[in-house]
């Protein structure tokens, strides 16, 4: 009778986590990628490469099974949903290791870890890769005589998530080493290992949608491949050369938002568990620091990126999921070598306490609109038959994704281009159309001569319009006004998408300073107005 109050307690565990969840999800769109997994979503046509097919095909069925508040709000629910069976499925795990309320907060230490939340909150593929970690995991201890049948699943879905997200890759050799430990019927042993090369082939069979629906071969394999960004590399543009500095400098990066993800107490509950729990469970002790390791520290290193920079900060962001999962795991062995159950109860709370604690006011976003009002304000402003060529993830995604969610407004043929030059967008494509310009570097605006002068640029990230001949003035009345944008909580904290909140509302503040230049003429003055916009302190501004 006691297995089955298991699955009672896992649906609580779900229920719980989801809940949480559901009370801090955008109710809209996010900033970064996820307009454009939206998009893709919504349209059925791959996303920036790897194209992320599983995320369009589950994300469309789920929007039609749950038709209910906006698109993005929906794909929001389905992220929580992905999340919370993670922490359902972890528990279900934990709980052969340790007893049931111990396993089912260290269950929640996980669930409310800050990577995990996060990612639960927002239309991106990376809780749905929780859940994977969480069942391969699940899968992976049982008895010898289902032993067969629980590796043919685990190499389906092993298969499944390398399509959701190739970052898998990175925790496959824990679950390859664990596999390898367990016994397996000798006469059968190279037919099951055959067979689980066929499954798994079959999970990563979902990338014919690829060719499919780009209806090129070569089109799909580049994209699949990364080779935009650097096949090998997580993005070729933001890597330096390995050296012992670059190492150094990601090691004590690691560490520091490790520890933040999780918990002091998780952490060290982790190190308690490998060094002690080897002893009785070698294989699996060692399988989870290999995951912890390959999957944390050794993909972030891959990437030799420069941690200094916050647009590398955001990218290495997803890797503390599966970094937590293991640590998580890890101190679940930790805890079943406490002998006293009240101890085991106590410490568990601890972790599921202090994680909850740290991070739940700064993932609260249910009043959050602020990308939102951006795109939305921004599409809207632009005129019909306009040019647009846009930086920033949230602007080139959002404009499309915009462009895709209405098609009457479609037949504004509003453009986001990414791949060329400015000097070369703005001859070929704004000669004869209304031509704007957002999130361009100086740099680039200095390429194009444009005088620096008030009437003629705009401020780092924002909007610039342009006319056929680039050195030609744009008088004041033909600057944008904009609707306000509803202030929310995030700007009191700092995560890795206050560089695009923050340029919302810096979008809005310069708007209001040409309104009062307008009214006062004391107050036009060119650096005045750039003060206003660029002072990160004003940024830091609750508007009320």
Not at 245 to 270: C, D, M, R
Not at 353 to 375: G, M, Q, T, V
Not at 471 to 497: C, F, M, N, V
Request: net charge neutral.
């Amino acid at each position: 009778m006691k297995g089955a109050q298991y699955p009672l307690n896992a649906l609580a565990i779900f229920l719980t986590a989801f809940a949480a969840y559901l009370y801090c999800a955008y109710p809209a769109i996010a900033p970064r990628d996820g307009c454009d997994l939206l998009k893709s979503a919504l349209t059925l046509y791959p996303a920036h490469p790897p194209g992320y097919p599983l995320y369009a095909l589950t994300g469309h069925l789920f929007s039609l099974i749950f038709p209910f508040g906006n698109f993005a709000y929906r794909l929001n629910i389905l992220s929580a949903l992905w999340g919370a069976g993670s922490g359902a499925l972890f528990y279900l795990w934990a709980r052969l290791s340790i007893d049931d309320l111990a396993a089912a907060l260290i269950s929640l230490a996980f669930i409310f870890s800050r990577s995990l939340w996060k990612f639960s909150l927002l239309p991106e593929m990376y809780s749905a890769q929780a859940f994977f970690l969480a069942l391969l995991l699940y899968l992976s201890r049982g008895t010898s005589q289902n032993n067969p049948q629980r590796l043919l699943f685990s190499a389906l879905i092993a298969g499944i998530g390398i399509v959701n997200h190739q970052s898998l890759l990175f925790s496959l050799p824990a679950f390859a080493y664990l596999w390898l430990k367990n016994p397996l019927p000798t006469e059968n042993q190279s037919r099951v290992f055959r067979w689980a090369g066929i499954f798994f082939f079959l999970g990563l069979s979902l990338y014919l949608y690829m060719p499919i629906e780009l209806k090129s071969v070569s089109i799909a394999l580049n994209a699949i491949l990364r080779e935009q960004y650097g096949t090998l590399e997580l993005f070729s543009g933001l890597s330096r050369p390995l050296s012992l500095h670059l190492i150094f400098e990601q090691a004590l990066y690691f560490a520091k938002e490790i520890w933040i993800s999780s918990s002091p107490a998780l952490f060290l509950a982790s190190l308690f568990g490998y060094w002690l729990f080897r002893k009785k469970d070698k294989n699996l002790a060692n399988a989870l620091l290999i995951g912890f390791l390959v999957s944390g520290p050794g993909f972030m290193f891959l990437s030799r990126m420069n941690v200094s920079n916050w647009i590398a900060q955001s990218a290495l962001e997803p890797i503390f999921i599966p970094a937590t999962f293991f640590l998580c795991a890890l101190a679940a062995l930790g805890l079943s070598l406490i002998s006293s159950k009240p101890l085991r109860v106590f410490f568990s709370l601890i972790m599921a306490f202090w994680a909850f604690k740290a991070h739940f006011p700064r993932l609260s976003h249910r009043d959050d609109f602020s990308a939102e009002d951006y795109i939305e304000n921004l599409f809207r402003l632009l005129p019909p038959q306009s040019r647009v060529l846009a930086r920033g993830d949230t602007a080139v995604f959002g404009l499309k994704y915009e462009e895709a969610l209405d098609p009457v407004l479609s037949s504004r043929l509003v453009h986001s281009d990414v791949d060329l030059s400015p000097a070369r967008w703005l001859s070929r494509a704004a000669q004869d159309h209304p031509a704007f310009m957002l999130g361009i570097s100086l740099p680039e605006l200095a390429s194009l001569k444009i005088p620096d002068d008030a009437d003629s640029i705009l401020p780092y990230a924002l909007v610039q319009k342009l006319s056929a001949s680039p050195g030609t003035p744009i008088p004041e009345k033909d600057l944008w006004s904009l609707i306000a944008l509803r202030p929310q909580a995030q700007l009191e904290y700092s995560h890795s998408y206050d560089h695009d909140i923050r340029k919302s509302f810096a979008f809005a503040h310069y708007q209001d300073s040409i309104l009062d230049a307008q009214k006062d003429p004391e107050m036009s003055d060119w650096n005045a107005r750039w003060a206003a916009v660029l002072d990160p302190e004003d940024y830091h501004l609750v508007l009320k």
